[in-house]
């Protein structure tokens, strides 16, 4: 992925709107938001988050409501696009072609993880997810159907045994992830069950190139901004669309956060991620409360 060097990474924010670009009338100073950063679609260092001030564009914007604090928002904000029956505040049934079908979900104690099983649920899909055991009372609260031990070698064959499972999630994406994936679906000596497993990495940065006959991989990558993913962008992330609405009724739930300090705790967060974090989200506070610069003009109002 090509960025401007030297850069400042990062694109998931929450925070006060302390000014707003010229024409910018669906959201005042003083509110507080969260929101995508577009680091990646513009790869300069002014669009990354990990800064005192933020710029964002002014579309997108979800309202974040008082939840004791400015974490929260930011722990819940994400790009989730499944492929799914969408989810909606209240649930709306599923269509006859998607009942009973069930979602894996690997790793529900990550920050994704916790956030997919919230979206999978409210949109009626039956969940199953794995974790550490002292975090199954979390992905209970979460709405998790079946829950497994990721560790426990017995989890391969009891994972098989509530096939057919439809859609494949490995939030965690590492090799020890994606191989254990690979056991449930393709045992030694047995024909391989078909799935596609979405991955958040691609499959070559984890050290496996090549997959039984019958699964495929994709690699996460979306664009919210992209033209074709508008209706989507609507629903998810418009005003009063599932984000917002999810927020402010407390649907959407997530792992609470691990605020590590300032920027100065940047690299021991990346550090952090690296090595596997559970039941947590990572935060990192620049100041005592994030602030954004908010304009569909990116040349106005510049303080970085």
């Given amino acids: 992925m090509s960025l401007e ?36 679609v513009l790869k300069q260092a002014r669009y990354g988050d990990l800064q005192r001030f933020a710029i964002v564009s002014a579309s997108q914007i979800v309202e974040a409501v008082t939840l004791g604090s400015y974490t929260p928002p930011g722990t819940l904000f994400g790009k989730r696009f499944l492929n799914l029956h969408w989810p909606a505040v209240p649930a709306s049934p599923l269509p006859s072609s998607e009942q009973e079908k069930k979602i894996l979900i690997w790793g529900g104690s990550s920050a994704m993880g916790s956030l997919a099983i919230s979206y999978a649920k409210q949109a009626e899909y039956i969940v199953i997810s794995t974790s550490s055991k002292h975090n199954f009372d979390l992905l209970r609260s979460l709405g998790a159907d079946h829950i497994f031990d990721h560790s426990d070698p017995a989890t391969v064959d009891a994972i098989r045994n509530l096939f057919p499972i439809d859609y494949w999630l490995d939030t965690i994406s590492l090799k ?13 000596g047995q024909p ?6 979405l991955l958040l990495l691609p499959p070559a940065w984890l050290g496996i190139d090549s997959f039984p006959e019958g699964v495929t991989t994709q690699f996460y990558q979306v664009s919210t901004d992209a033209p074709e ?12 669309g599932f984000m917002e609405q999810g927020i402010k009724s407390s649907v959407i739930k997530g792992v609470p956060p691990r605020v590590l300090g300032g920027l100065d705790k940047v690299e021991a967060g990346l550090d952090a991620v690296h090595n ?19 304009g569909t003009n990116y040349q106005t109002g510049l303080r970085i």
């Fill in 5 to 40: 060097y030297p850069t400042i990474v990062g694109s998931l924010v929450a925070g006060t709107v302390e000014a707003l670009g010229s024409g910018v009338t669906n959201i005042g100073l003083g509110q507080r938001i969260v929101r995508e950063t577009q680091i990646f």
């Fill in 192 to 197: 391989a069950t078909k799935a596609n497993i």
């Fill in 276 to 294: 596997g974090v559970s039941g947590k989200k990572i935060v990192i506070k620049p100041w005592y409360q994030n602030t954004m610069i908010i």
């Fill in 229 to 240: 993913n508008a209706e989507w962008r609507e629903h998810f992330l418009g005003r009063d």
């Fill in 176 to 188: 020890p992830t994606l191989s254990t994936i690979l056991n449930i679906l393709a045992p030694e």
